[in-house]
């Protein structure tokens, strides 16, 4: 039985049979526009599905491409590099010599910034907790015993070695990245000596040496300038301030402290070197290297030190 | 003697060196000349092993380096004395600790001895009472004849050399290229030169290598050039007026 879409309309002289007939046929009509209307969008869905999951595989390849890969191979790089700068040494005693100068370039230079710095962080804190001490039920000595455990836990370990990030790491990704681009290491690798172990190794172990050293500063400048501005200040006495500092004493939580602080001297100088190591290019390429050493040292240091803080402390 | 027998070099899928086949003679000055990306720079760190070629041998002396690890080159190495384009003099380091640097690193004579041996390199290269100045306050000549002096501290038996006169003016690129060819008589060496400077072909190119596009394209002496039928070569080293009128006069 064929439809016609536009049958003619029944005229009067028409009978029952032929309106019957007619209604029949306009019925069949509505179901046949219906049922293509419904396959229309059927077919819309199925596309938009089909192209949904087209376009979620694509952009799943590229995030993997891109950013797994990525990640996996510079991971991979990177260890290559590490096991390359604990090659043997040409020679032990230049080795010393440049440890020791590295101590001085590097660690010897941030001291009286790591001083300053803890010295009025140290005294912020004090003053913000006393302010925050509203109830004339608490103790007094809670003044030092806070600053002592914000300055021990977090502010000198992981705050200062951000901000060491920001200061070694620059220094140490720019003079290898200009060591790079200018072909200095290029130079020590025609002579026969291995450029990573020469340049990256003594600034490893000064740091891992030194920093531990320059956060142990930073907590008794830390302290002391809490102490000053808490009796300046008039919001505790020096008794009250040192018997907070001594109260509840856990020695585990300066190990904890240093712990942190060597391995977070570790990776600035690690990362910010292996940074400086692959600059290709000229000068711009030896700031956006300096750029990349400060974040991504920052970046694994914030993370370190939460995986630290729940493996030592909790 | 260097030998370099078909060497292929990509970097990228994209070919820099080609089938290149030379040798670089012994107590000969051999220049490498070539438009700029012709390959003479990776050629020259092919040379060094910094760069490994996919293809071919490079032979110093008997020993083929291509495949050869770091380890294993380390003790040709200290055989090469190796002139950078820009000095690569290290900066944190001041004239007298430049030059000392390889005695430290591999040599087992005392202080005084490094010292003497740092003071007559330094004399060879025509340079007095420098030794406590640092890269950055001595001129580009000065830098270029530092160079040459770390690159001979050690005695090498290879002496490289990557565009010895850029940026230099006549007179002292003039002064370089004699005190490259002295040393290279004097020492009984092989010096590599890459070079596009024509005064250093006409005045020192004993054997001169001609690259384009990373293939052996001519080879000769410096005499040889001007009964070139090489038309790429002619191009090459003819194009400016004085040069043309230079090759009209040669009798």
């Not at chain 1, 450029?195 to 830390?222: D, E, Q, W």
Request: hydrophobic share 45%; proline share 3%; charged share 20%.
């Amino acid at each position: 039985m064929s439809f016609s879409l536009s049958p003619s309309k029944p005229g009067q002289s028409h009978d029952l049979k032929a309106v019957q007939e007619f209604r029949k046929i306009e019925h069949a009509n509505a179901i046949t526009k219906k049922s293509a209307f419904f396959e229309i969008l059927v077919f819309m869905y199925e596309l938009k599905k089909w192209l949904f999951i087209r376009v979620f595989c694509k952009f799943t390849f590229i995030l993997y491409k891109n950013c797994f890969m990525g990640l996996i191979a510079s991971l991979g790089k990177f260890i290559l590099f590490i096991l390359d700068v604990f090659r043997k040494p040409e020679r032990r005693s230049v080795m010393y010599r440049l440890v020791l100068k590295e101590i001085y370039e590097l660690g010897f230079k941030s001291l009286a910034f790591v001083v300053f710095v803890s010295l009025f962080v140290g005294a912020v804190v004090t003053l913000q907790t006393a302010a925050n001490m509203t109830s004339s039920f608490m103790p007094k000595i809670l003044i030092g015993y806070a600053t002592r455990d914000a300055i021990l836990l977090e502010f000198s370990p992981t705050i200062i070695s951000l901000l060491l990030a920001g200061k070694i790491g620059s220094n140490i990704a720019s003079s290898i990245g200009t060591m790079k681009v200018t072909e200095q290491i290029d130079a020590l690798e025609v002579m026969g000596v291995n450029p990573a172990t020469h340049l990256v190794r003594p600034k490893i172990f000064a740091l891992v040496f030194f920093n531990p050293l320059l956060i142990v500063l930073s907590m008794f400048a830390g302290i002391i300038g809490g102490l000053l501005a808490g009796t300046l200040s008039g919001e505790c006495t020096v008794a009250e301030f040192v018997s907070g500092i001594q109260y509840d004493f856990i020695p585990f939580k300066a190990v904890y402290a240093i712990i942190k602080t060597v391995l977070f001297a570790f990776v600035i100088a690690s990362v910010s070197s292996f940074h400086g190591f692959y600059t290709d290019g000229g000068a711009l390429e030896v700031g956006k290297s300096s750029t990349k050493a400060v974040v991504y040292s920052s970046v694994v240091i914030i993370v370190l030190n939460y995986i630290l803080t729940q493996l030592l402390l909790n | 003697m260097i030998e370099i027998s078909n060497i292929f070099k990509s970097f990228s899928g994209n070919e820099i060196l080609k089938d290149l086949s030379f040798t670089f003679e012994k107590g000969k000055t051999n220049l490498v000349i070539g438009q700029s990306g012709s390959g003479k720079t990776v050629l020259l760190k092919c040379l060094l092993g910094l760069h490994a070629p996919e293809k071919g041998s490079i032979v110093y002396g008997g020993l083929d380096i291509v495949g050869k690890s770091n380890k294993n080159l380390k003790q040709l190495r200290r055989q090469i004395g190796m002139v950078f384009q820009g000095g690569a003099l290290f900066d944190s380091m001041n004239v007298e600790e430049n030059i000392l640097f390889p005695l430290q690193m591999f040599s087992n004579d005392n202080q005084s001895e490094m010292l003497d041996r740092v003071n007559f390199c330094l004399k060879r290269v025509n340079l007095e009472n420098v030794n406590h100045l640092f890269p950055s306050e001595i001129s580009g000549g000065m830098k270029k004849r530092v160079a040459i002096a770390r690159a001979i501290v050690m005695n090498p038996k290879y002496l490289f050399c990557d565009e010895p006169n850029s940026g230099l003016d006549p007179y002292t690129a003039i002064l370089i290229d004699n005190l490259l060819q002295e040393i290279t008589h004097e020492y009984d060496i092989t010096t590599v030169i890459n070079t596009h400077d024509m005064n250093s072909v006409m005045e020192i190119g004993q054997k001169i290598l001609f690259i384009k596009k990373g293939v052996n394209v001519w080879e000769g002496t410096s005499s040889e050039i001007f009964s070139t039928a090489n038309t790429d070569l002619e191009s090459f080293v003819f194009s400016s007026e004085l040069f043309k009128s230079i090759k009209r006069n040669h009798p």
